[in-house]
């Protein structure tokens, strides 16, 4: 059984900092890409970041240059910092990962930036 679990939310202020992780763990062959994806309140879940399992990265551009994606392949593990986060950052981010070409999905962490 496959999982992947966030976990580095919380409440900050506009401009401040954020860690989010994301470790998949169980059954684990070869994971491809990773993903963070980002839900804010009653809007659609959306894209932030995406690292190959080559460590090639992309982004949104509402987040370039404030979010860093990056992964541990040793430990299957995805990061996403998070700096100079605005209000509109605030929701619940998603890790999801194709894992043995299967997409799983974490169970979302909950930011909130307030102003």
């Known amino acids: 059984q496959v999982q992947l679990v966030e976990s580095g939310g919380g409440l900050v202020q506009a401009g401040g900092s954020l860690r989010l992780s994301c470790t998949a763990s169980?059954?684990?062959?070869?994971?491809?890409?990773m993903v963070w994806y980002h839900q804010a309140p009653e809007k659609q879940r959306e894209l932030v970041a995406l690292?190959?399992?080559?460590?090639?990265?992309n982004y949104t551009n509402s987040v370039k240059g404030r979010f860093t994606i990056a992964r541990d392949n040793a430990k299957n593990t995805v990061s996403l910092q998070m700096n100079s986060l605005k209000p509109e950052d605030t929701g619940v981010y998603y890790c999801?990962?194709?894992?043995?070409?299967?997409?799983?999905w974490g169970q979302g962490t909950q930011v909130t930036v307030s102003s």
């Open positions: 690292i190959t399992n080559g460590g090639l990265t």
């Open positions: 999801t990962a194709m894992i043995d070409f299967r997409d799983y």
């Open positions: 169980g059954s684990i062959r070869v994971i491809n890409h």
